[in-house]
Protein backbone atom coordinates (compact mmCIF):
# COMPACT_ATOMS: atom_id res chain seq x y z
CA UNK A 1 0.00 0.00 0.00
CA UNK A 2 1.50 3.22 -0.82
CA UNK A 3 1.71 6.19 2.07
CA UNK A 4 -1.18 8.38 0.02
CA UNK A 5 -3.31 5.10 0.71
CA UNK A 6 -2.24 4.75 3.73
CA UNK A 7 -2.57 8.30 4.77
CA UNK A 8 -6.49 7.89 3.22
CA UNK A 9 -7.27 4.55 5.11
CA UNK A 10 -5.54 6.65 8.79
CA UNK A 11 -7.87 9.67 7.60
CA UNK A 12 -10.98 7.27 7.50
CA UNK A 13 -10.45 5.38 10.62
CA UNK A 14 -9.90 8.78 12.47
CA UNK A 15 -13.06 10.49 10.96
CA UNK A 16 -16.22 10.37 13.27
CA UNK A 17 -18.75 7.65 12.32
CA UNK A 18 -21.82 9.42 12.01
CA UNK A 19 -21.26 13.14 10.27
CA UNK A 20 -25.18 14.52 11.50
CA UNK A 21 -26.97 17.66 9.59
CA UNK A 22 -28.77 20.20 11.41
CA UNK A 23 -32.09 18.81 10.24
CA UNK A 24 -30.62 15.45 12.21
CA UNK A 25 -29.55 17.53 15.47
CA UNK A 26 -32.84 19.32 15.36
CA UNK A 27 -34.69 16.75 16.71
CA UNK A 28 -33.64 16.93 19.82
CA UNK A 29 -34.08 20.23 20.21
CA UNK A 30 -37.46 22.20 21.35
CA UNK A 31 -37.84 25.51 20.32
CA UNK A 32 -39.96 28.76 21.75
CA UNK A 33 -41.44 31.64 20.61
CA UNK A 34 -43.05 35.49 22.47
CA UNK A 35 -46.57 36.40 21.64
CA UNK A 36 -49.31 35.39 19.24
CA UNK A 37 -47.34 36.49 16.11
CA UNK A 38 -46.20 33.06 14.86
CA UNK A 39 -42.97 33.15 12.90
CA UNK A 40 -42.28 32.64 9.45
CA UNK A 41 -38.92 31.43 10.50
CA UNK A 42 -40.58 28.71 12.72
CA UNK A 43 -42.29 27.29 9.67
CA UNK A 44 -39.32 27.46 7.34
CA UNK A 45 -37.52 25.37 9.63
CA UNK A 46 -40.24 22.99 9.91
CA UNK A 47 -40.60 22.54 6.62
CA UNK A 48 -36.13 22.02 6.40
CA UNK A 49 -37.05 19.60 9.25
CA UNK A 50 -35.17 21.52 11.77
CA UNK A 51 -36.79 22.09 14.75
CA UNK A 52 -37.63 19.02 16.87
CA UNK A 53 -41.09 20.71 18.49
CA UNK A 54 -42.30 23.69 20.25
CA UNK A 55 -42.86 24.58 23.68
CA UNK A 56 -46.32 26.79 24.44
CA UNK A 57 -46.74 29.84 27.20
CA UNK A 58 -49.33 31.71 28.01
CA UNK A 59 -48.52 34.63 26.22
CA UNK A 60 -48.64 32.26 23.15
CA UNK A 61 -52.49 31.30 23.56
CA UNK A 62 -55.08 32.96 21.56
CA UNK A 63 -58.34 31.12 19.50
CA UNK A 64 -55.34 30.97 16.21
CA UNK A 65 -53.07 28.50 18.25
CA UNK A 66 -54.63 25.47 16.96
CA UNK A 67 -54.84 26.17 13.35
CA UNK A 68 -51.25 27.67 13.55
CA UNK A 69 -49.77 24.57 15.28
CA UNK A 70 -51.67 22.62 12.82
CA UNK A 71 -50.03 24.21 10.31
CA UNK A 72 -46.74 23.44 12.08
CA UNK A 73 -47.45 20.32 11.94
CA UNK A 74 -48.07 19.72 7.98
CA UNK A 75 -45.68 22.08 7.25
CA UNK A 76 -43.03 18.90 9.43
CA UNK A 77 -44.78 16.36 7.38
CA UNK A 78 -44.28 17.66 4.31
CA UNK A 79 -40.39 17.99 4.41
CA UNK A 80 -39.79 14.02 4.49
CA UNK A 81 -38.00 14.07 7.55
CA UNK A 82 -36.44 10.98 8.82
CA UNK A 83 -38.25 11.27 12.28
CA UNK A 84 -42.09 10.56 10.91
CA UNK A 85 -43.77 11.20 14.17
CA UNK A 86 -44.99 14.38 14.83
CA UNK A 87 -43.26 17.18 16.27
CA UNK A 88 -43.73 17.46 19.80
CA UNK A 89 -45.65 20.06 21.37
CA UNK A 90 -45.36 20.83 24.73
CA UNK A 91 -46.44 23.00 27.84
CA UNK A 92 -46.69 23.02 31.34
CA UNK A 93 -50.33 22.24 32.10
CA UNK A 94 -49.84 21.27 35.91
CA UNK A 95 -53.40 22.72 37.46
CA UNK A 96 -53.59 25.17 40.20
CA UNK A 97 -51.36 28.21 39.28
CA UNK A 98 -49.45 26.56 37.02
CA UNK A 99 -51.16 26.46 33.40
CA UNK A 100 -50.60 27.60 30.08
CA UNK A 101 -53.81 26.47 28.29
CA UNK A 102 -57.30 27.61 28.99
CA UNK A 103 -58.80 24.50 30.85
CA UNK A 104 -58.30 21.78 33.39
CA UNK A 105 -56.48 20.44 35.74
CA UNK A 106 -59.13 22.53 37.98
CA UNK A 107 -57.62 21.38 41.31
CA UNK A 108 -53.75 22.38 41.93
CA UNK A 109 -51.41 19.03 42.99
CA UNK A 110 -51.51 20.21 46.62
CA UNK A 111 -55.24 20.27 46.53
CA UNK A 112 -54.90 16.79 44.82
CA UNK A 113 -53.16 15.56 47.68
CA UNK A 114 -55.56 16.15 50.33
CA UNK A 115 -58.49 14.47 48.62
CA UNK A 116 -60.11 11.03 50.38
CA UNK A 117 -59.56 9.51 47.23
CA UNK A 118 -55.82 10.22 45.86
CA UNK A 119 -56.79 7.77 42.09
CA UNK A 120 -59.75 9.46 41.76
CA UNK A 121 -57.92 12.92 42.03
CA UNK A 122 -55.86 12.33 40.19
CA UNK A 123 -57.29 10.02 37.49
CA UNK A 124 -59.47 13.62 37.26
CA UNK A 125 -56.43 15.56 36.65
CA UNK A 126 -54.86 13.75 33.91
CA UNK A 127 -58.02 13.75 31.54
CA UNK A 128 -58.82 17.20 32.20
CA UNK A 129 -54.72 17.97 31.63
CA UNK A 130 -55.27 15.88 28.08
CA UNK A 131 -58.59 17.28 27.20
CA UNK A 132 -56.85 20.91 27.80
CA UNK A 133 -53.53 20.49 25.30
CA UNK A 134 -55.65 18.36 22.64
CA UNK A 135 -58.21 21.26 22.40
CA UNK A 136 -54.80 23.50 21.44
CA UNK A 137 -53.49 20.80 19.44
CA UNK A 138 -50.34 20.08 21.90
CA UNK A 139 -49.32 16.21 22.49
CA UNK A 140 -46.86 16.78 25.68
CA UNK A 141 -47.19 18.07 29.08
CA UNK A 142 -44.23 19.00 31.14
CA UNK A 143 -46.12 17.29 34.70
CA UNK A 144 -46.68 15.93 36.98
CA UNK A 145 -44.50 17.78 39.37
CA UNK A 146 -43.34 14.52 41.40
CA UNK A 147 -41.65 17.32 44.04
CA UNK A 148 -42.11 15.80 47.88
CA UNK A 149 -42.33 19.05 49.63
CA UNK A 150 -39.82 19.17 52.65
CA UNK A 151 -41.92 21.75 55.04
CA UNK A 152 -44.68 24.45 54.47
CA UNK A 153 -44.47 27.14 51.93
CA UNK A 154 -41.09 26.33 50.74
CA UNK A 155 -40.56 26.81 46.96
CA UNK A 156 -42.95 24.23 45.66
CA UNK A 157 -45.45 24.04 48.35
CA UNK A 158 -45.59 27.82 48.41
CA UNK A 159 -47.27 27.69 44.67
CA UNK A 160 -49.22 24.10 45.75
CA UNK A 161 -46.82 22.63 42.84
CA UNK A 162 -46.25 19.52 45.29
CA UNK A 163 -48.98 16.88 45.88
CA UNK A 164 -47.81 15.94 49.48
CA UNK A 165 -44.86 15.81 51.52
CA UNK A 166 -45.61 12.53 51.91
CA UNK A 167 -43.46 10.39 48.69
CA UNK A 168 -46.51 7.76 48.71
CA UNK A 169 -49.34 10.29 48.72
CA UNK A 170 -46.93 11.97 45.52
CA UNK A 171 -46.51 8.42 43.99
CA UNK A 172 -49.94 7.77 44.04
CA UNK A 173 -51.68 10.90 42.59
CA UNK A 174 -49.50 11.50 39.99
CA UNK A 175 -49.43 7.32 38.66
CA UNK A 176 -53.16 7.73 38.05
CA UNK A 177 -52.50 11.22 36.67
CA UNK A 178 -49.70 9.58 34.31
CA UNK A 179 -51.98 6.74 33.04
CA UNK A 180 -54.78 9.10 32.33
CA UNK A 181 -53.05 11.71 30.61
CA UNK A 182 -51.09 9.43 28.15
CA UNK A 183 -54.33 6.95 27.58
CA UNK A 184 -55.69 10.16 26.36
CA UNK A 185 -52.59 10.04 24.14
CA UNK A 186 -50.52 13.09 25.57
CA UNK A 187 -47.43 12.77 26.95
CA UNK A 188 -46.60 12.94 30.73
CA UNK A 189 -43.30 14.48 31.98
CA UNK A 190 -42.22 13.66 35.62
CA UNK A 191 -40.10 16.14 37.29
CA UNK A 192 -37.40 17.75 39.00
CA UNK A 193 -35.31 14.69 38.98
CA UNK A 194 -34.30 13.97 41.30
CA UNK A 195 -36.19 16.23 43.20
CA UNK A 196 -36.71 20.08 44.56
CA UNK A 197 -38.96 19.26 47.20
CA UNK A 198 -36.02 20.49 49.58
CA UNK A 199 -35.30 23.93 48.16
CA UNK A 200 -36.48 26.91 50.26
CA UNK A 201 -39.00 29.28 49.13
CA UNK A 202 -36.64 31.64 47.79
CA UNK A 203 -34.05 28.90 45.86
CA UNK A 204 -35.71 29.45 42.06
CA UNK A 205 -33.35 27.14 39.66
CA UNK A 206 -34.75 29.34 36.99
CA UNK A 207 -33.27 32.76 38.58
CA UNK A 208 -29.67 31.34 40.10
CA UNK A 209 -28.09 27.98 41.26
CA UNK A 210 -29.39 26.15 43.89
CA UNK A 211 -27.77 23.21 46.29
CA UNK A 212 -29.69 20.47 47.78
CA UNK A 213 -27.92 19.26 50.86
CA UNK A 214 -30.13 15.98 51.20
CA UNK A 215 -28.47 12.79 51.73
CA UNK A 216 -28.19 10.29 49.26
CA UNK A 217 -30.04 8.28 51.50
CA UNK A 218 -32.53 10.67 51.50
CA UNK A 219 -32.92 11.65 48.45
CA UNK A 220 -33.50 7.85 47.37
CA UNK A 221 -35.98 6.92 50.36
CA UNK A 222 -38.42 10.27 50.13
CA UNK A 223 -37.56 12.34 46.60
CA UNK A 224 -37.17 9.50 44.22
CA UNK A 225 -39.76 7.37 45.44
CA UNK A 226 -42.76 8.45 43.10
CA UNK A 227 -40.02 8.80 40.31
CA UNK A 228 -40.29 4.40 41.36
CA UNK A 229 -43.95 4.47 40.83
CA UNK A 230 -43.92 6.84 37.84
CA UNK A 231 -41.39 4.42 35.73
CA UNK A 232 -43.36 1.66 36.48
CA UNK A 233 -46.66 3.08 35.30
CA UNK A 234 -44.68 3.55 32.20
CA UNK A 235 -44.08 7.73 32.10
CA UNK A 236 -42.68 8.38 29.01
CA UNK A 237 -40.30 11.94 29.61
CA UNK A 238 -38.50 13.14 32.52
CA UNK A 239 -37.26 16.24 33.26
CA UNK A 240 -33.99 16.35 35.57
CA UNK A 241 -33.75 19.53 37.91
CA UNK A 242 -31.20 22.73 37.61
CA UNK A 243 -30.21 22.32 41.19
CA UNK A 244 -26.97 20.64 42.24
CA UNK A 245 -27.34 17.31 44.69
CA UNK A 246 -23.38 17.17 46.05
CA UNK A 247 -24.74 13.88 47.85
CA UNK A 248 -23.75 12.15 44.18
CA UNK A 249 -22.37 14.97 42.52
CA UNK A 250 -20.21 17.96 43.59
CA UNK A 251 -19.71 19.53 40.23
CA UNK A 252 -22.61 19.27 38.01
CA UNK A 253 -26.25 20.29 38.47
CA UNK A 254 -28.15 17.14 37.35
CA UNK A 255 -29.49 18.07 34.39
CA UNK A 256 -25.85 17.63 33.00
CA UNK A 257 -24.28 15.23 35.15
CA UNK A 258 -24.19 11.46 33.84
CA UNK A 259 -24.15 10.47 37.22
CA UNK A 260 -27.54 11.37 37.81
CA UNK A 261 -28.71 10.93 33.63
CA UNK A 262 -26.85 8.02 33.01
CA UNK A 263 -25.68 6.51 36.73
CA UNK A 264 -29.03 7.05 39.01
CA UNK A 265 -32.00 7.67 36.64
CA UNK A 266 -31.22 5.16 33.52
CA UNK A 267 -28.80 2.52 35.36
CA UNK A 268 -29.67 2.44 39.19
CA UNK A 269 -33.76 3.28 38.95
CA UNK A 270 -34.03 1.60 35.03
CA UNK A 271 -35.88 4.44 33.00
CA UNK A 272 -35.80 3.79 29.05
CA UNK A 273 -37.77 6.85 28.45
CA UNK A 274 -36.58 10.97 26.74
CA UNK A 275 -34.79 12.51 29.10
CA UNK A 276 -35.67 16.42 28.41
CA UNK A 277 -34.40 19.05 29.98
CA UNK A 278 -35.57 22.13 31.68
CA UNK A 279 -35.56 25.21 30.31
CA UNK A 280 -31.75 25.81 28.87
CA UNK A 281 -31.21 29.22 29.66
CA UNK A 282 -31.86 29.32 33.15
CA UNK A 283 -30.22 30.73 36.20
CA UNK A 284 -29.39 27.57 37.79
CA UNK A 285 -26.52 27.16 35.38
CA UNK A 286 -24.87 30.45 35.66
CA UNK A 287 -21.21 29.53 35.26
CA UNK A 288 -21.57 26.35 32.54
CA UNK A 289 -21.47 29.11 29.28
CA UNK A 290 -23.66 29.75 26.88
CA UNK A 291 -26.83 27.92 25.82
CA UNK A 292 -24.97 25.77 22.91
CA UNK A 293 -22.30 24.67 25.44
CA UNK A 294 -24.66 24.19 27.86
CA UNK A 295 -26.89 22.04 25.92
CA UNK A 296 -23.59 19.89 24.87
CA UNK A 297 -23.48 18.88 28.51
CA UNK A 298 -26.82 17.87 28.75
CA UNK A 299 -26.20 15.76 25.67
CA UNK A 300 -23.07 14.34 26.94
CA UNK A 301 -24.60 13.65 30.61
CA UNK A 302 -27.27 11.46 28.66
CA UNK A 303 -30.20 13.77 27.89
CA UNK A 304 -32.32 14.03 24.72
CA UNK A 305 -33.76 17.17 24.60
CA UNK A 306 -32.98 20.43 25.07
CA UNK A 307 -35.62 22.88 25.86
CA UNK A 308 -35.08 26.12 24.35
CA UNK A 309 -37.40 28.42 26.45
CA UNK A 310 -35.87 31.84 25.35
CA UNK A 311 -39.08 32.74 23.29
CA UNK A 312 -36.79 33.67 20.42
CA UNK A 313 -36.42 31.21 17.44
CA UNK A 314 -32.32 32.08 17.02
CA UNK A 315 -31.77 30.59 20.66
CA UNK A 316 -33.00 27.34 19.14
CA UNK A 317 -31.16 27.40 15.98
CA UNK A 318 -28.00 28.40 17.50
CA UNK A 319 -28.11 25.29 19.96
CA UNK A 320 -28.78 23.10 16.93
CA UNK A 321 -26.15 24.76 15.10
CA UNK A 322 -23.66 23.67 18.47
CA UNK A 323 -24.97 20.03 18.83
CA UNK A 324 -24.27 19.25 14.72
CA UNK A 325 -20.41 20.77 15.53
CA UNK A 326 -20.34 18.91 18.98
CA UNK A 327 -21.54 15.62 17.45
CA UNK A 328 -18.83 15.95 14.14
CA UNK A 329 -15.98 16.73 16.42
CA UNK A 330 -16.78 13.73 18.65
CA UNK A 331 -17.33 16.07 21.47
CA UNK A 332 -20.67 13.49 21.60
CA UNK A 333 -20.33 10.28 21.24
CA UNK A 334 -22.29 9.28 17.90
CA UNK A 335 -23.59 6.48 18.66
CA UNK A 336 -25.21 7.75 21.81
CA UNK A 337 -26.33 10.15 19.77
CA UNK A 338 -27.90 7.88 17.28
CA UNK A 339 -29.04 6.19 20.40
CA UNK A 340 -30.65 8.99 22.06
CA UNK A 341 -32.71 9.86 18.42
CA UNK A 342 -34.11 6.71 18.32
CA UNK A 343 -35.62 7.35 21.84
CA UNK A 344 -37.05 10.43 20.55
CA UNK A 345 -38.04 8.68 17.23
CA UNK A 346 -40.11 6.10 19.06
CA UNK A 347 -41.70 8.37 21.58
CA UNK A 348 -43.15 10.65 18.44
CA UNK A 349 -44.23 7.60 16.31
CA UNK A 350 -46.35 6.60 19.28
CA UNK A 351 -48.27 9.80 19.17
Request: proline share 4%; with cysteine; net charge negative.
Amino acid sequence: MTLLRLAIAAAALCSPVLAITAADAAVHVIFSYSGTAHPARLTTLAQQCQIGGVIIFGDNVDDNLPAYLASLQSAYSSGGCAVKGPLLIVTDQEGGEVKRLPGGPTLSEKEIGEQSNLNAAGNTAGVQAAAALKAYNNNGNLAPVLDVYHAAGDFEDQYERSYSNDPNVVATCATAFIKAQQAAGVVATGKHFPGLGAANADENTDEGPVTITRSLADLRAIDEVPYVSAIAAGIKMIMPSWALYPALDAQYPSGISSKWIQGELRGRLGFKGVIITDAIEAGGLEGFGTDPQRSVLAMQAGVDIILAAGRNVTQGEGIVSGLVTAVNSGSISSSAFSTSTSRISSLRSSL
